[in-house]
């Protein structure tokens, strides 16, 4: 079966950077859609960054500029490169598959079938 495993999270004081990583297995890796999603304490989960089996992404406003998303299909793994991290951006971040292209849903957790554990992120001022 699908199974979605994050790495990568911490601590870490603002202006710092850390690099997510999601292991995936238990399907065509490449053909999918891959997103990564966070959620804060009280909030709802939001979309950060989606990229589409062509390597094409997308990213919330709130983090362009400072966050990278990549796929490495070879090696069944999707990355989050997160760079100028704000105490907002602490959240629990999780990793998430769609069958479909990115691009018939692209932030919406609806869209994706299958998502990991999630990795904590805490950014200190």
């Known amino acids: 079966q699908v199974q979605l495993v994050e790495s990568g999270g911490g601590s870490v004081q603002a202006g710092g950077s850390l690099r997510l990583s999601c292991a995936a297995s238990?399907?065509?890796?490449?053909?999918?859609?891959m997103g990564w999603f966070r959620q804060a304490p009280g909030k709802e989960r939001e979309g950060v960054a989606v990229?589409?089996?062509?390597?094409?992404?997308s990213y919330a406003d709130f983090v362009k500029g400072r966050f990278t998303i990549s796929r490495d299909n070879a090696k069944n793994t999707l990355y989050l490169q997160m760079d100028s991290l704000k105490p907002e951006d602490t959240a629990m971040y999780y990793c998430?598959?769609?069958?479909?292209?990115?691009?018939?849903?692209?932030?919406?957790?609806?869209?994706?079938?299958?998502w990991g554990q999630g990795t904590q992120v805490t950014v200190s001022s």
């Open positions: 990229i589409d089996s062509d390597g094409s992404t």
């Open positions: 998430a598959a769609s069958r479909i292209s990115c691009f018939g849903g692209l932030f919406s957790v609806n869209h994706y079938g299958y």
């Open positions: 238990g399907y065509t890796y490449s053909s999918y859609c």
